[in-house]
T-cell receptor, first 114, second 112 residues
């Protein structure tokens, strides 16, 4: 029973397209995150939502728009995909967003831009 | 700004030896320091964490130490096994927002 699940696992698309990644957690957590892992394995925070409210936006281009319909779901929509968007995108969740809480990661979505 | 430096970037040890990975953080308000293990093609998995009110924590073969004054924390793995081979990430966070600032990662290779 996967705690944090992301779909799709792989996404291959052309430059300029629009795509979405979905994330769901069944842990009852209040806070969800999106991280980007680049080709050098560096993990960087993108967004954080606490109970459907955006609390962190780390200077990510406007082409990236997160949406949280409820606290168990956090989706990521990307417009006008660029080559530099190729990466693995990880969703994570934690009990609360105030810090000091373990974050549980999904399996990641590997996005490849042709 | 917030920054976490991690060393070494690669580490190769013989099975049974110990491995030590070190991290330094810049934001003195950081109060939570988790370590993640990421196997190839898999998700980062939390292996141990420590809070700023504790100096050391141990879980079987894994231990973490924290020096708040020097803003250093380290991961120690004893009696390494081939299945310990992975990329290890340190991270730091503080109360505002809870976002994790990750180190650059250490690729650990344990040779049988």
């Amino acid at each position: 029973d996967t705690a944090v699940s992301q779909t799709p696992k792989y996404l291959v698309t052309q430059m300029g397209n629009d795509k979405s990644i979905k994330c769901e957690q069944n842990l009852g957590h209040d806070t969800m995150y999106w991280y980007k892992q680049d080709s050098k394995k560096f993990l960087k925070i993108m967004f954080s939502y606490n109970n459907k409210e955006l609390i962190i936006n780390e200077t990510v281009p406007n082409r990236f728009s997160p949406k949280s319909p409820d606290k168990a779901h956090l989706n990521l929509h990307i417009n006008s995909l660029e080559l530099g968007d190729s990466a693995v995108y990880f969703c994570a969740s934690s009990l609360q967003g105030g810090g000091g809480q373990p974050q549980h990661f999904g399996d990641g979505t590997r996005l490849s831009i042709l | 700004g917030e920054n976490v430096e991690q060393h070494p970037s690669t580490l190769s040890v013989q099975e049974g030896d110990s491995a030590v990975i070190k991290c330094t953080y810049s934001d003195s308000a950081s109060n939570y320091f988790p370590w993640y293990k990421q196997e190839l093609g898999k998700r980062p998995q939390l292996i141990i964490d420590i809070r700023s009110n504790v100096g050391e924590k141990k879980d079987q073969r894994i231990a973490v130490t924290l020096n708040k004054t020097a803003k250093h924390f380290s991961l120690h793995i004893t009696e390494t096994q081939p299945e310990d081979s992975a990329v290890y990430f340190c991270a730091a966070s503080k109360n505002q927002g809870g976002k994790l600032i990750f180190g650059q990662g250490t690729e650990l290779s344990v040779k049988p």
